[in-house]
């Protein structure tokens, strides 16, 4: 009975535990592989890195480092630059040349009739000789008017400005005044014409010289017209104007009629009016 036993001990079974231990290391490894690939798998799907087994981490250790690049480099934000302000400064006289043509035409011919008026103008008053003296050049005298003399201004207009160079302007003014020697009766002069240069500098218009006088040339009064009325614009006018005289009138394209006559008028001073009757 013992020497049963000790023949059974004698002799180990090598080759199966040999057999059955390397089905166990296959096996084993079969699984790590799963578990590798589904980690892989997963971490290609969601875009994560995912750290490997411990098995892989050791061969990973042991293979040759692969280079990893850098991460970019932060590009640095550059704040917004600061409006750049340029501080205010004087008008120059090229810069009032940059204004418009018309603008600095009007200033020129606005100042021309006031400095006619008051070139003009003598009432024996202080303050209009001080405005005259400022509105003239100042190495040219103010004008002389007899004692007792006096002017009136009748009426002043710029005819035409011509720019004769950057902020010079010639103007020419259509005027007509009264003159009452030692005090009698005004005397009514004909309209003459008064060329004025003006220029119009950061100071403002002002005039260069004395100005050019010349008379006027009258035009030759032409005829109207007249025509004889049919009765019934006749009629419409008597009507209208009972106390007024028919003196003619003239047919319009449109059919009315532009009729002429003598109005008396405030004082029973009589003057020629004009007046559109439609038949």
Same mark, same amino acid.
């Given at each position: 009975?013992?020497?049963?036993?000790?023949?059974?001990?004698?002799?180990?079974?090598?080759?199966?535990?040999?057999?059955?231990?390397?089905?166990?290391?296959?096996?084993?490894?079969?699984?790590?592989?799963?578990?590798?690939?589904?980690?892989?798998?997963?971490?290609?799907?969601?875009?994560?890195?995912?750290? *490997? =087994?411990? !098995? &892989? %981490?050791?061969?990973?250790?042991? $293979?040759? /480092?692969?280079?990893?690049?850098?991460?970019? #480099?932060?590009?640095?934000?550059?704040?917004?630059?600061?409006?750049?302000?340029? *501080? =205010?400064? !004087? &008008? %120059?006289?090229?810069?009032?040349? $940059?204004? /418009?043509?018309?603008?600095?035409?009007?200033? #020129?011919?606005?100042?021309?009739?006031?400095?006619?008026?008051?070139?003009?103008?003598?009432?024996?008053?202080?303050?209009?000789?001080?405005?005259?003296?400022?509105?003239?050049?100042?190495?040219?005298?103010?004008?002389?008017?007899?004692?007792?003399?006096?002017?009136?201004?009748?009426?002043?207009?710029?005819?035409?400005?011509?720019?004769?160079?950057?902020?010079?302007?010639?103007?020419?003014?259509?005027?007509?005044?009264?003159?009452?020697?030692?005090?009698?009766?005004?005397?009514?002069?004909?309209?003459?014409?008064?060329?004025?240069?003006?220029?119009?500098?950061?100071?403002?218009?002002?005039?260069?010289?004395?100005?050019?006088?010349?008379?006027?040339?009258?035009?030759?009064?032409?005829?109207?017209?007249?025509?004889?009325?049919?009765?019934?614009?006749?009629?419409?006018?008597?009507?209208?104007?009972?106390?007024?005289?028919?003196?003619?009138?003239?047919?319009?394209?449109?059919?009315?009629?532009?009729?002429?006559?003598?109005?008396?008028?405030?004082?029973?001073?009589?003057?020629?009016?004009?007046?559109?009757?439609?038949?």
């Amino acid at each position: 009975m013992d020497e049963k036993r000790d023949e059974v001990y004698e002799r180990i079974p090598w080759e199966t535990l040999e057999k059955s231990g390397n089905d166990r290391q296959w096996w084993v490894m079969g699984i790590a592989a799963a578990v590798v690939a589904g980690a892989l798998g997963y971490s290609f799907v969601s875009n994560r890195p995912v750290a *490997p =087994p411990a !098995a &892989v %981490a050791a061969e990973q250790a042991t $293979a040759s /480092p692969v280079p990893v690049p850098p991460p970019p #480099a932060a590009v640095p934000t550059v704040p917004p630059a600061a409006p750049v302000t340029t *501080p =205010p400064q !004087a &008008v %120059a006289e090229a810069d009032l040349y $940059a204004v /418009p043509p018309d603008a600095l035409r009007s200033q #020129a011919s606005a100042f021309a009739e006031w400095f006619v008026s008051e070139y003009l103008t003598a009432d024996g008053s202080a303050d209009g000789s001080a405005t005259l003296r400022s509105l003239l050049p100042a190495d040219l005298p103010l004008p002389e008017v007899p004692d007792g003399t006096l002017t009136f201004v009748e009426w002043v207009v710029a005819l035409d400005v011509i720019e004769a160079g950057p902020g010079r302007f010639e103007v020419e003014v259509l005027a007509r005044y009264m003159v009452a020697p030692g005090g009698e009766a005004y005397e009514r002069l004909e309209p003459e014409i008064f060329t004025v240069t003006v220029v119009v500098d950061e100071s403002g218009p002002h005039a260069v010289g004395a100005p050019r006088i010349r008379p006027v040339d009258l035009p030759a009064a032409g005829a109207v017209g007249f025509v004889e009325l049919p009765p019934e614009v006749l009629d419409a006018v008597t009507e209208l104007r009972p106390d007024s005289t028919v003196v003619g009138g003239i047919s319009n394209q449109d059919g009315s009629w532009t009729v002429s006559l003598m109005t008396v008028g405030p004082g029973g001073v009589e003057r020629p009016e004009s007046m559109v009757v439609v038949p």
